[in-house]
């Protein structure tokens, strides 16, 4: 709809930069959680493990894989000991004057040792490809249902939100579940698995070395648990500074021609120096803070190595151990201390993921328009008269904008709206469509009330061609069609010359199959309101809604379109929102608007003879072009 609304509606501003959301991968080591918390953590996790739940048998599959591959992975440095002793034994008899190592032995245990490890990969393996396709198919479900809720939403909900906030949920906020429930899913099963296999071999090696091995892991966990404590801080800075950084440069490529018209080039650097210098800051300071974990880890780590070396010399001497327990135990070890690292990744990770599931979930949630009713009226056979009964209508209940509106609309006639800047206009085109539903009153078509219509029927009655046009990235011959998904190409080529825009299209290097680019940039823009009003020839509707249609065409072309308008409009009902008065004499009726209200109607002789509101609009505008 045309721009004069933008005071009556309520104002859609961008998020602030700080809250765009760069999923996951900026900022922190895997599994840091830079970003926001859930604010319901408990409640957003129960919806959605009760969407996992439909895929409890592959969780249950994965968990038998994990466990299998997690078993024969803790078999491993068990083996490997025997191995060891083997050669340390074999080394010691041929001292002592026997044979020496078995190397029959010992290659059987090597050869064990290849399968083991080979099973517990094709295991591992498996298990990832399950829970890799699960979280997938919890994306793809996210995905669809967003998509499918984005047609049932309301039109309050799109003035209300920004379009970068609606988009990042179908983007980065699945994104980051559906990597954060990949991660998370496979680490928490095969880390707990691990953790507790191992814990039953090293007690099985000694009991004393492995509580002197437990020691050890409070220091550790504290110590690194401080480290994250301060660097949290720095990270949120760093993921609030990572939004402003692209806030401006999506700015700045958005408006770089106005920048370059106004020499403000200089002044868009120093407010990106000033914004990049804080990211750096806090990045930085964030990224040197989580460096400090893998040193601390390891030094600790080293020192629990150390008093366990010491420790099993001693049991090998008093023959309570073999010299190869002491190298699985130290392989047990370092299997022990990263699963419980990675289980204190995971309760990041699922915070990371309630957060951006809270966000779904919200939008999922949120109040739908009603789509259809019980026994809808056919659209089949009504003719598109139109009656405004006491219409009552506010953005807000509190601003009420259109005020008691009453007008009457005959088949086939030619309406036009008129009216300064934020008089209604095109609210009444938003209401007739069901764009917004009335506060009161009614609408009327054919003598139905367009509340007892599906709103999908209603809105095949219309056609309309907008002063912003709208062409999305696909071939001209799409973008006419689709109006009429089911057009021949014939069909399509007579919208076109009926629009005038035909010779346009056959100049062009690939005519009809020519592709639009993102923004349809690549014709002009005039062009493209053409192409609009092809794709609303084509169509065919009852009724017509013409939204400054001309206005981004020459004189010459308009002309040409005023033509085959009329042509168009003949035996349809048609609703004209002018700005330009010249247009619109030959209109049947006129309803000149102001405030919401009705305050003069006529053909444009009538209301230039009482010499009013609309006499003085006209006069204004023809002592302008004057």
Not at 345 to 371: D, G, I, K
């Amino acid at each position: 709809m045309s721009r004069e609304e933008n005071n009556n509606q309520p104002v859609t501003t961008k998020p602030a930069p700080g809250r765009r959301r760069m999923g996951p991968g900026f900022g922190g080591p895997p599994g840091m959680m830079p970003g926001e918390k859930a604010k319901d953590f408990k409640g957003t996790m129960v919806k959605l493990v009760k969407v996992l739940s439909k895929y409890k048998i592959g969780f249950f599959i994965a968990f038998i894989f994990a466990v299998g591959s997690t078993i024969f992975s803790i078999i491993g440095p068990t083996i490997m000991g025997d191995a060891t002793t083997e050669i340390a034994e074999g080394l010691l008899d041929k001292i002592r004057g026997g044979k020496g190592i078995d190397f029959t032995a010992l290659g059987k245990i090597l050869l064990t040792l290849i399968i083991i490890y080979a099973v517990s990969s094709v295991f591992s393996f498996v298990m990832g490809w399950i829970l890799s396709g699960i979280s997938m198919k919890v994306s793809y479900k996210f995905r669809k249902d967003i998509s499918e809720k984005i047609h049932r939403m309301p039109m309050n909900f799109f003035d209300t939100h920004s379009h970068g906030e609606i988009l990042s949920r179908v983007t980065n906020d699945v994104d980051t579940l559906n990597q954060s429930l990949n991660q998370s899913l496979t680490q928490l099963i095969t880390s707990s698995v691990s953790v507790v296999g191992v814990l039953i071999m090293m007690l099985r090696i000694n009991v004393y070395m492995t509580l002197l091995a437990l020691l050890i892991l409070p220091v550790s966990v504290l110590m690194v648990s401080q480290v994250i404590k301060k660097s949290q801080k720095y990270f949120k800075q760093q993921q609030e500074y990572l939004g402003h950084v692209n806030g401006q440069v999506e700015e700045v490529y958005g408006g770089h021609t106005i920048i370059k018209a106004y020499n403000k080039e200089e002044e868009s650097f120093e407010e990106f120096n000033e914004k990049n210098e804080k990211l750096y800051e806090s990045a930085w300071k964030s990224q040197f803070l989580s460096g400090l974990m893998m040193p601390i880890m390891s030094f600790v780590g080293n020192i629990g190595y150390v008093g366990v070396a010491i420790l099993g010399g001693y049991l090998v001497i008093k023959g309570k151990i073999k010299i190869g327990q002491i190298q699985s135990f130290f392989q047990y070890i370092r299997s022990f201390t990263q699963p419980i690292n990675q289980l204190m990744q995971v309760a990041n990770m699922f915070q990371q993921a309630a957060a951006a599931a809270e966000r779904v979930f919200e939008f999922l949630s949120a109040e739908e328009e009603v789509q259809t009713v019980e026994n809808p009226v056919s659209i089949q056979g009504l003719n598109g008269n139109v009656e405004f009964k006491n219409v009552h209508f506010g953005y807000n209940p509190d601003r009420i904008i259109i005020n008691d509106f009453n007008a009457k609309v005959y088949k086939g006639q030619k309406i036009a709206i008129v009216g300064p800047t934020g008089a209604g206009k095109t609210t009444i085109v938003k209401l007739l469509m069901r764009f917004y539903d009335i506060n009161s009153g009614q609408i009327l078509i054919d003598g139905h009330n367009i509340q007892d219509f599906n709103r999908s029927d209603l809105r095949k009655m219309f056609g309309m061609v907008l002063q912003d046009t709208w062409l999305f990235n696909g071939s001209i011959l799409e973008n006419i069609r689709y109006s009429q998904l089911n057009a021949t190409d014939e069909e399509v080529m007579r919208a076109a010359k009926a629009a005038h825009v035909h010779h346009f299209i056959s100049t062009l290097p690939d005519g009809y199959n020519m592709v639009l680019n993102e923004e349809a940039s690549n014709v002009s823009q005039g062009q493209k309101q053409l192409l609009t009003i092809a794709r609303a020839i084509l169509a065919d509707p009852k009724i017509l809604i013409l939204d400054e249609a001309t206005s981004s065409v020459d004189t010459r072309t308009e002309l040409l379109i005023q033509k085959a308008m009329d042509s168009l409009m003949k035996g349809r009902t048609s609703f004209i929102i002018a700005h330009r008065l010249s247009t619109i004499r030959d209109a049947d009726l006129i309803l000149v608007m102001n405030n919401g209200d009705i305050v003069e109607q006529g053909s444009h002789e009538e209301l230039l003879a009482k010499g009013g509101f609309y006499a003085n609009l006209y006069n204004s505008q023809f002592e302008k072009t004057a």
